[in-house]
């Protein structure tokens, strides 16, 4: 199973500040590589698929790089409503696995 | 509206066995695939299973297989998820959510719409 490691597994941060975490595959996965956002109590919530589209909606500070087996999930200028946890999802291979996620708290 | 509703969760007894169900509406169903995703007390997400627009592919987790079956009714918009032989490790939030295909590698690619997801706890 391709297995994908997010770091960090959480920071600290300002509002305003840009926010970089990666996702390394264990193997290959082309492009299919998608980031979602989870706040508690509620389900996952897609910001980006194909590695950098972005899904309908979601703010632009939110973007997507990388190839191959390094992902990158970036926030250009962090904003209150986006202190939450992140997760990279694979589907290039089954089973379709999910990073272990990267918690995003306030500094 | 587009939308995704978790039912059937609920306690039960290590050993025993439980059916989900995903009602879905305000979109084709067939066109498609369906997937459950979980997530235990306080962990993150693990995917659980996957079922392609027209039920014919059907792909499961290590953990899971051979214990659940998924399936869907075309006909109902819903999807289904039989949980056999529960252990306390499945206990967890379970999510539905629609998945978009495409008909090049990966067929699947986004996760983009979630219910709010329906909890199961096994214990004795």
């Known amino acids: 199973a391709v297995q994908l490691t997010q770091s960090p597994s959480s920071l600290s941060v300002s509002v305003g500040d840009r926010v970089t975490i990666t996702c390394r595959a264990s193997q290959g996965i082309s492009s299919a590589l998608a980031w979602f956002q989870q706040k508690p109590g509620k389900p996952p919530r897609l910001l980006i698929y194909?590695?950098?589209n972005l899904e309908s909606g979601v703010p632009s500070r939110f973007s997507g790089s990388g190839s191959g087996t390094d992902f990158t999930l970036t926030i250009s200028s962090l904003q209150p409503e986006d202190f939450a946890t992140y997760y990279c999802q694979q589907f290039n291979n089954n089973p379709f696995t999910f990073g272990g996620g990267t918690k995003v708290e306030i500094k | 509206e587009v939308q995704v509703s978790e039912s059937g969760g609920g306690l039960i007894q290590p050993g025993g066995s439980l059916r989900l169900s995903c009602a879905a509406s305000?979109?084709?169903?067939?066109?498609?695939?369906m997937t459950w995703v979980r997530q235990a007390p306080g962990k993150g997400l693990e995917w659980v299973s996957l079922?392609?627009?027209?039920?014919?592919?059907?792909y499961y987790a290590d953990s899971v297989k051979g214990r659940f079956i998924i399936s869907r009714d075309n006909f109902k918009n819903t999807m289904y998820v039989q949980m056999n032989r529960l252990r306390a490790e499945d206990t967890a939030i379970y999510y539905c959510a629609r998945v978009r295909t495409q008909l090049w590698h990966p067929y699947y690619y986004a996760m983009d719409v979630w219910g709010q997801g329906t909890t199961v706890t096994v214990s004795s």
């Open positions: 194909d590695v950098s």
């Open positions: 305000g979109f084709t169903f067939n066109n498609y695939a």
């Open positions: 079922i392609s627009g027209s039920g014919g592919g059907t």
